[in-house]
Every structure is written in C-alpha cells, then in structure tokens.
C-alpha cells in the first residue's frame, strides 16, 4: 500500500508542477492584459480580459486540488482521485461559461452601438505574445496528458488550446481593426470578432463536459478492453488452472481490473506470484491507467 500511494502521489506532483507552470504563465498574461485593456476601447479585448481572469482563478483552484493531493493530503480517498479531477475540470467549465455569458453580452451590446476601436496597439502585442506562451504551455500540457492519463491535464490542454486560438484571434481582430480603420464598416470588425471569441469558449466548455461528466459514475469497461483481457488470459492460457471470474470498472481516468483465476495446487506461491506479476505488468502495459489485481482462486466469484 505504501509503494502504491508512493506512486500515486509521484504522478500528481508532476501534474502539480505542470498546473503550477500554466498558473504563472496564465497570470502573467493577465496582468498584461489589464494594461493593455484600460487604454483601448475594444471589447474583444475586453471579452478576452474576462476570459484570461476566469480562466486563471480556475487554474488556481486545479492548481490547489493538485497540490492537496500531491502534498498526500488526500490520500484516505484511496480511490477517489479520479472524481476529484473530474471535478475540477467540471469547475473549469463553469467559470468559462461565467466568462462566455458576459462576452456575449459585450458583443450585443457593440454590435448595437458600433464604435472605432482606439488605442489598441499595446493589447495587439500583449495578445501575441499571450498566443506564443499559450502555444508552448499547449504542446507541453499535451505530451504530459498523454504520459499520466489525467482527466485534468485532459482539460488543461484543451483549454491551453483555446487560449491560443482565442489570442490568434484578438491578434488577427486589431491588426485588421488598424489596417482597415478608415472604411465604415470597419467599425463591425470588432465585435465580429468577440463572436468568434465567444465560439472557442463555447467549444471549450463542451469538450470539458463531455469529457467529464459520464467519468464521474464508476461503469464497467468498454468491450474492446475487455477483449485485452480475454487475449491476454489467452496467452497466459497454460499458466493458470481456471478462470473463476473478472470485476472491472473506470473511475475518472483510471481503470481498475480484478482477476480471479486459479493456478495448480503443487506449485509454490512464488511461482504463481511470478506469473501473476507477469500477467499483471502485461495488462498494465496495454491498458493505459490501469491498475490490475490478481487474487488466486478455487471458485466463481458472487
């Protein structure tokens, strides 16, 4: 048990890191975009203010969940890890919705009472380079979901994804308000583009949920894992005496699998642990995230 908390807690400190890197980065950002939005009369600027300082309090409160757990103060929910991701990502999708509501609401509000945008060359730059930090914290997000199988990390880079198109998008919103200040309709580029803005939240906050709401029921595992399984009994077949039953189930990212199979009487126990370990190092290995306990056994379980 010690070991395998051991290992938990290791993989959430190197989430806890990564989170804590989007968090500087993600308030850094901020910070330049309060002083790039009070000089500049623009509300994609101003949606995109909204959407940086509700999505860098939901950093924050993934950041906290990720150090309780890594810190082990979490850890009498021995296998409540994976809802507690969920959750946090959930909270994520929330407070991006916050933000989705009041950019839509500044759009309408533009759209009806159209003005130039003035003063908007700091903001132009503060959001390219928002879009290139974005951009690296994306692909470093990503690697590391596809390393540790974490439904927050999942959220992470989706989100760190959108913050980058989102940028790109402010980035193209003023340099085509510069360029083009002098025709009329000019004046509609603007809040065209806070519409799009207001898309990419809106794309965001469906994947987040979509992603997150069934992992929070505990359900048995998809057939096509389930034949891994039966492949690899298969080829373990000579090893064991009987196959007495299997128990299985997802909770958040983490897939949890119990064997029951019954080995030869006359062999030592540490022989069948030897191939219990094999068969289990197997599963583990072509199962992402799982975690497969092997009991012998000398009947079907209930």
């Known amino acids: 048990m010690a070991a395998r908390n051991a290992h938990i807690l290791d993989k959430y400190k190197r989430i806890e890191e990564a989170i804590r890197r989007n968090l500087l980065t993600t308030s850094l950002s901020f910070v330049l975009k309060i002083a790039g939005t009070s000089i500049a009369n623009s509300v994609t600027l101003f ?5 940086s300082g509700v999505d860098a309090f939901a950093t924050l409160l993934s950041w906290l969940t990720m150090r309780r757990i890594a810190t082990g103060k979490a850890l009498a929910y021995d296998y409540g890890y994976g809802k507690l991701e969920n959750a946090s990502s959930l909270l994520v999708a929330v407070t991006m919705l916050v933000s989705l509501v009041v950019a839509l609401y500044g759009t309408v509000v533009r ?11 700091l903001g132009f730059f503060i959001a390219l380079f928002a879009a290139a930090t974005n951009a690296w914290s994306w692909r470093r997000t990503y690697l590391l979901a596809q390393r540790e199988q974490s439904s927050i990390l999942e959220s992470q880079w989706h989100n760190q994804r959108t913050k980058t198109m989102a940028n790109l998008c ?7 308000s510069l360029a083009l200040r002098e025709h009329a309709w000019a004046v509609y580029i603007d809040p065209v583009f806070s519409l799009v803005l207001s898309g990419f939240l809106a794309y965001a906050i469906y994947s987040i949920v979509s992603m997150n709401v069934s992992d929070l029921l505990d359900r048995a ?12 009994l298969a080829a373990y077949f000579d090893d064991y005496v009987a ?3 299997v128990r299985s189930r997802r909770s958040g990212k983490s897939v949890y ?6 080995f030869e009487g006359s062999r030592t126990m540490a022989e069948v642990q030897k191939t219990i370990d094999r068969i289990k190092a197997d599963l583990e290995a072509k199962i992402p995230g799982s975690q497969v306990t092997i ?7 209930v």
Do not use: K, M, N, Y
């Not at 402010?170 to 085509?176: W, Y």
């Not at 699998?257 to 019954?262: A, K, N, V």
């Open 47 to 51: 949606s995109d203010l909204l959407r």
């Open 111 to 121: 759209f009806r009472e159209p003005v130039v945008v003035v003063r908007v060359g």
């Open 170 to 176: 402010v980035v193209v919103s003023l340099g085509l």
């Open 221 to 232: 595992l998809d057939e096509s894992l389930q034949l891994v399984i039966l492949r690899e």
């Open 243 to 245: 196959f007495h039953g």
């Open 257 to 262: 699998i119990d064997l029951f199979l019954e």
């Open 295 to 301: 009991a012998p056994a000398t009947a079907g379980i």
